[in-house]
């Protein structure tokens, strides 16, 4: 089944119907970011998009995207395109797609697999989803880390990134200080896309061995051979907290990232001062696409004063300025409990900051 470009524009913009007045906006909103989710080059958005504004389906703004230093043309749905999104979406349901000796509506397939419409139809049209894909086991999902994304600012130059990664990598690995957010990015990004693969979380605590990765996949799939899970079974593999592990941990995920993996894909948060004797992949890997590398630094100014609005200029300004942009340090302040988070911080520092996130308009 195919979409017209029009269509499809629709169906990506209705995922992002809910940012209409805000400071910073995602570049999927813009004709690079329609482009590259639509797959066609940059040159033909506009003549598409012409015709969705003469209708009034979409509208257009200029607007702040991270890592731009000009504003860009934002596109969004008006009230008519995201009524008109949904019809589309209503007679795409209707419709059966064969797969193998099986046939199913659209509604039925997206039930199943657990995708979004605009990645549904994509994987569709590419031939994606075969008879494998459709009866692999049931989809596990399983994590030892909880994390809540309820309240999450910025990152969205991090996130368009993931998503480029997430189109054509395999392995990525994501690098940041000590409270950086580094786990609340793979969450929010595992959120934004609601991926139809297995998604098995591990907690990579100090001295976690690959001994103990493997006996819960072995409890999860009844084999403990994970490269040929990962090559039968699409599945996100994500270890978060990489730091400090055994050389079979280190040897096990060198092999991994130089072998074919299948559809699956393997996301692995690093902290910045893991040691070199620790670190699974070389600038080689990464120069030669093996690995895909994100590093992630401290929250831009306009993004860390959101968490604390209510805080006087001046004061706020010591505050950024002693954390760095540190989100965990943010929140800490904002939540009232920095005493008990784990930061990387002296007392008198946090005594400091304390009073500091104390001193209201």
Excluded: C
Excluded at 78 to 86: D, F, N, P, S, V
Excluded at 234 to 261: C, Q, R, W
């Amino acid at each position: 089944m195919r979409l017209r470009i029009q269509e499809k524009i629709l169906l990506h913009l209705y995922d992002y119907r809910k940012y209409v007045d805000r400071y910073e906006y995602p570049i999927q909103m813009t004709q690079q970011g329609i482009a590259e989710a639509v797959g066609i080059s940059v040159t033909h958005v506009p003549r598409n998009i012409k015709k969705l504004l003469e209708e009034g389906l979409v509208e257009s703004k200029k607007g702040h995207v991270p890592g731009k230093k000009k504003r860009l043309t934002i596109y969004f749905l008006t009230h008519r395109g995201i009524q008109e999104a949904k019809k589309i979406i209503e007679e795409i349901n209707k419709e059966e797609v064969e797969i193998g000796t099986e046939r199913f509506t659209v509604e039925e397939l997206k039930k199943k697999l657990d995708l979004r419409y605009f990645d549904l139809i994509l994987k569709l049209e590419r031939g994606e989803i075969d008879e494998a894909f459709l009866h692999m086991k049931e989809r596990i999902v399983f994590s030892e880390v909880s994390v809540k994304t309820d309240f999450f600012v910025d990152r969205e130059l991090e996130l368009s990134k993931f998503e480029e990664w997430y189109s054509s990598g395999r392995v990525l690995s994501v690098v940041g200080g000590k409270g950086f957010g580094k786990t609340y990015l793979v969450a929010r990004f595992i959120e934004r896309i609601n991926p139809g693969e297995n998604i098995l979380w591990f907690d990579v605590y100090r001295g976690r061995t690959w001994s103990s990765i493997k006996e819960v996949i072995h409890s999860l799939f009844g084999n403990s051979e994970i490269l040929s899970i990962l090559r039968s079974n699409p599945t996100i593999l994500i270890f978060d907290g990489y730091y400090d592990v055994d050389d079979e941990f280190v040897n096990a995920l060198n092999s991994l990232i130089k072998e074919d993996i299948g559809r699956s894909r393997i996301i692995v948060t690093m902290r910045t001062d893991t040691p070199f004797y620790n670190r699974f992949y070389t600038l080689a890997d990464v120069a030669e696409s093996r690995v895909s590398e994100i590093r992630l630094g401290g929250l831009p100014y306009d993004a860390a004063r959101r968490i604390l609005p209510d805080v006087k200029e001046v004061a706020f300004k010591r505050i950024y300025q002693l954390s760095q942009g540190n989100p965990r340090i943010l929140m800490a302040l904002r939540n009232g409990n920095i005493e008990e988070e784990d930061v990387p911080l002296m007392p008198d520092q946090i005594h400091l900051l304390k009073y500091l996130a104390e001193q209201r308009k």
